[in-house]
């Protein structure tokens, strides 16, 4: 079946500092992109919806100056958190769509993201 | 009012009981309808699709009721490993929606 990556799986940072956290596609080509926030026990929050080579749009309340998308391929997007805060501190999850037969929407492993 | 409501739970249940989870969604433009298990600090990963007509997977029956805007799982003879968090998720045209979850321990 299809595969998503990430990276790193897991990220400790200074408050102020700037992580990146990758997301791939490996064998299909995703237009669309998503990104989603979990914190403990509460269910996925979408972020925002990334669609290649086009701006990302952003569900109401996440700031796009913080969590900054690039989905510069069909294989990439990257979430970039800056100037990070204990607050933002969570588990990160991105999935792709896949544009084939399939129309299936798969996730990556995730990313945990602790600042401290 | 949330998008999609899930009875928390935790549910807690010997081995072998047969245990159901709810789920009702409010946007009535809503396309599919799917059970993910998210195994704890872990991805979700899809179990079943939801149909109108019911379908079911060995252990595992899903219903839906678009006109109650109501899904259902039914885990029939719970095993150990279904200990899980269950995910109601309802997808758009363009994303998907998750419930928070319902948290399920199976003891022996």
């Known amino acids: 079946g299809a595969v998503v990556s990430q990276h790193p799986s897991r990220v400790i940072c200074k408050s102020g500092t700037s992580v990146k956290i990758e997301c791939r596609s490996l064998?299909?080509?995703?237009?669309?992109m998503f990104w989603y926030r979990q914190f403990p026990k509460q269910s996925l929050m979408l972020m925002a919806t990334s669609n290649e080579g086009s701006k990302a749009t952003y569900e109401q309340g996440v700031e796009k100056d913080k969590f900054l998308i690039n989905h510069a391929s069909l294989t990439l997007s990257t979430l970039t958190v800056t100037s990070a805060h204990p607050e933002d501190s969570s588990f990160y999850i991105c999935s792709a769509r896949d544009w084939g037969i399939s129309y299936e929407q798969y996730f990556g492993p995730g990313t945990r993201l602790t600042v401290t | 009012r949330k998008e999609v409501e899930q009875d928390p739970g935790p549910f807690n249940v010997p081995e072998g009981a047969t245990v159901a989870f709810n789920c009702t969604y409010s946007?009535?433009?809503?396309?599919?309808f799917f059970w993910y298990r998210q195994d704890c600090r872990k991805e979700p990963k899809l179990l079943m699709s939801?149909?109108?007509s019911g379908n079911e997977d060995g252990r595992f029956t899903a219903q839906l009721n678009r006109a109650s805007q109501y899904i259902s799982l039914l885990i029939r003879d719970s095993k150990l490993s279904d200990s899980a968090t269950y995910l109601c998720v309802v997808k758009t045209r363009n994303d998907m929606r998750f419930g928070a979850g319902t948290r399920l321990t199976v003891k022996p």
């Open positions: 939801v149909y109108s």
């Open positions: 064998d299909f080509q995703a237009t669309t």
């Open positions: 946007n009535s433009a809503s396309q599919s």
